[in-house]
């Protein structure tokens, strides 16, 4: 294999990873260079989702697909590192302080974030949604952020961390556009495969949601994540290496009707990540 070669298998099998349509251990088993051991414990880490306050081995195995044997000195060595606490009572893990930090360290080293704070609190205070920030995690949208009116009476559980579902949310689809389309293809494929059966109403959502964001530069979700939710979004385009992000306001669907979203709660999210991309051209 000569180096062009070989330097294009690895490009193919970065994008791989990035879509989330293979398994990375698995994909890595002949790179010399990766790390299995490590590999395997972060993915131990990555099984605990927002709700699951103790998990056991027997659990984390099922989960991974790794055997039960090797999950337990994985767990033993991230409670020795403190990524784990081990409740001795329940014979169960769960999160350690060691992820916290790495996750605030994460955030708060996150310039656009600083950037879009304030303007996402000014937006919710005038539009009295509900705007968050969030990111592609695998098949999924993770939670950065969501700031909310100062005095609001309904609000939606949107919690740091959550995961939102990629191709059912406004969310998600606004990633997507903002994708390259060879990349959004491959992610789509790859949902596709995980939900056969609910392919043909996903895929007329987003290319709908295509549809909208080339015309008017935001996408909806309109009851189609929850029924008794409406929410629009823009996707945010990386920027000096920046992360691809995603913005969204959201709120319940009978304070929220889709014109007000098409009308006039869109147009000022669009203006709203412009401004924020502009800002954060500056750094």
């Known amino acids: 294999m000569n180096n062009n070669t070989a330097s294009n298998h690895k490009g193919n099998k970065a994008e791989l990873m990035e879509t989330g349509k293979i398994n990375p251990i698995e994909e890595h088993s002949e790179d010399r260079q990766f790390v299995t051991a490590l590999a395997r414990g972060l993915e131990v880490l990555r099984c605990f989702e927002p709700g699951d306050r103790h998990l056991g ?23 020795c590192m403190g990524y784990l606490y081990h409740n001795e009572r329940l014979g169960k893990y769960q999160l350690g ?9 994460l955030l708060s080293n996150l310039e656009v974030l600083k950037i879009a704070r304030p303007l996402m609190q000014e937006l919710a205070e005038h539009t009295h949604t509900q705007v968050s920030v969030g990111t592609r995690d695998r098949l999924s ?7 909310e009116q100062t005095e609001a009476t309904i609000s939606l559980p949107r919690e740091p961390g959550m995961r939102l579902p990629l191709a059912k949310t406004a969310m998600g689809r606004a990633l997507l556009c903002g ?8 992610l789509l494929a790859n949902i596709r495969q995980q939900d056969p059966t609910g392919w043909p109403q996903l895929k007329v959502c987003v290319d709908q949601a295509l549809r909208d964001y080339q015309e008017r530069g935001f996408c909806l ?3 189609q994540w929850r029924s008794d939710v409406n929410a629009v979004a823009v996707p945010l385009l990386p920027i000096a290496g920046s992360r ?3 913005f969204n306001c959201a709120a319940p669907s009978f304070v929220l009707r889709q014109h007000m979203l098409e009308d006039d709660i869109g147009p000022r999210l669009v203006n709203m990540v412009r401004t924020i991309e502009s800002e954060t051209a500056r750094y």
Do not use: C, W, Y
Not at 97 to 104: A, E, N, Q, Y
């Open 141 to 147: 949208m993770l939670l950065l952020d969501s700031r």
């Open 244 to 246: 691809r992000l995603a």
């Open 97 to 105: 302080t060691g992820v916290l930090s790495l996750g605030f360290s």
């Open 57 to 79: 081995n027997q659990e984390i195995a099922e989960r991974t697909g790794l055997p039960k044997p090797t999950i337990s000195r994985l767990t033993h060595t991230l409670t």
């Open 179 to 186: 994708l390259p389309d060879d990349k959004r293809e491959q």
């Open 221 to 223: 979700s309109i009851g």
